[in-house]
C-alpha cells in the first residue's frame, strides 16, 4: 500500500546517532509526554502498545490512544501488539490511513500474562512461524517502515537466533530489552547479548534495559556498539535525561516541568486529564525532600489549580 510519499521515507537513517528513543511505556508515554519529552530532544517516541484487535474491530478508544502531533512528535512510532495476522492488516492499514505516524513498530517483548496468554508480545519470540507472518502482513499493507522491540530472549529463543530467523524480512530497527522474558522488569540486563546481536542484524540496533542517567547511556553505548538506545523508566519524571543531563536537586526546576507537562496535558485532555497526570506526578518527586508527603497530596490533584497549589506550599515550606 502506498500511502502519503513523504511519510514513506525511512526515518531511522536520517537520524543522528547516537539515537535517544523515548521507548514505550503504556499509562504513560501519551501524546504530552511524548511532546514534552521531544522538547528536551527525544528523537524517537514510541506510543504506548495498542492492540491490533481492537483496530481490526474498529474501537474509537484505540485510535483516540495513538493520535499525534505531527509538528511537535517527529520521529513518532506506533507500537501493535497481537497474533492474529488479519488484524494486523487492517489495523495497518487504519494506522497508514488515518494516523500516518513515521513508523509502525511489533510488540514481541511484552510480558504480561493477559498478552502471551493470546500468543502475543514475548510469546512471539517462540512462535517464528507466526511472527513471519505477521511481519510479511504488515509489510504488504505499508509503506511506513517497521521496527521490532524484542527482549533479550525467551526460553531458548534469544535475539540473535530471533533475528536471524527474520532476516530476510525487511526491518528497518530493533529496540532489545536486554532482560529474558523470565527475568521481568527487574532482571539482569545482557549488554553482551545486545552486542552479540550485530552480525544478525542490518538495521539499527536500540539497547534498552536499566538507563537511567547520562552515563548509564554511555556506558550501555560503548558496551553494546548500539546505535541507541530506548529509555522508558529512566525517562518517567526525567526529560531531562534526552539531553544528556542529569535530573535538577532543586524543587523549582523540577515544579517548573511539572507544570509545562501538566499545561501539555491540559491542552490535549482537559481538565480530567489531570488525574492520569497523578502516576507522572509521582515520578517527578522521587527523592525530594519530602517526597511521601508530596506524593499524598500529588495523588489526590483534580485541577491545574490544585496542582499549583500544592506545589506552591512546597516550595514555601521548603
Ligand atoms: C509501566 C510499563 C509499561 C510498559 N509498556 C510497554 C509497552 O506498551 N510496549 C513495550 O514494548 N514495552 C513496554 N514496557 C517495557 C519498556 O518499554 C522497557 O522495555 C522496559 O521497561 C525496560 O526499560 P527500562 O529499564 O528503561 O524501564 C513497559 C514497561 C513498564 C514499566
Partial sequence: ???????????????????????PLA????????????????????????????????????????KFNRRLEKNYVVQLFGSNPAHFAKAVRIITQKVRPAGI??????????????????ALMKDIKRTREIIKVILANTDLPLSIKLRAGNGQMDASKFLKELS????????????????????????EL????????????LANGGINTPADIKRVLKTTGADGVGIARGALGNPWIFS??????????????I???AKLVKKLKGEAGLIELRKHLVWYVNG????????????????????????????NNK
Fill in 1 to 23: 500500500m502506498k500511502s502519503n510519499n513523504l511519510m514513506s521515507k525511512n526515518f531511522w537513517k536520517e537520524l543522528r546517532r547516537p539515537i535517544l528513543a523515548l521507548a
Fill in 27 to 66: 499509562g504513560f508515554t501519551d501524546s504530552a509526554y511524548r511532546q514534552l519529552c521531544a522538547r528536551y530532544s527525544a528523537q524517537v517516541l514510541y506510543s504506548e502498545m495498542v492492540s491490533a484487535t481492537a483496530l481490526f474491530y474498529d474501537s474509537k478508544e484505540s485510535l483516540e490512544l495513538i
Fill in 105 to 122: 513498530d511489533l510488540n514481541c517483548g511484552c510480558p504480561v500474562k493477559k498478552v502471551l496468554q493470546q500468543g502475543a508480545g514475548a
Fill in 168 to 191: 530476510d524480512l525487511d526491518i528497518k530497527a530493533v529496540m532489545i530489552h536486554g532482560r529474558t522474558l523470565a527475568g521481568g522488569f527487574s532482571g539482569e540486563v545482557d549488554l
Fill in 194 to 205: 545486545i552486542k552479540n546481536v550485530r552480525p544478525y542484524f542490518k538495521g539499527v540496533i
Fill in 244 to 257: 544528556l543531563k542529569e535530573r535538577p536537586k532543586n524543587k523549582s526546576e523540577i515544579f517548573k516541568v
Fill in 259 to 261: 507544570l509545562d507537562n
Fill in 288 to 315: 525530594l525532600a519530602g517526597a511521601s508527603h508530596l506524593r499524598a497530596e500529588l495523588v489526590k490533584v483534580k485541577t491545574l489549580k490544585d496542582l499549583k497549589n500544592i506545589l506552591n506550599n512546597s516550595l
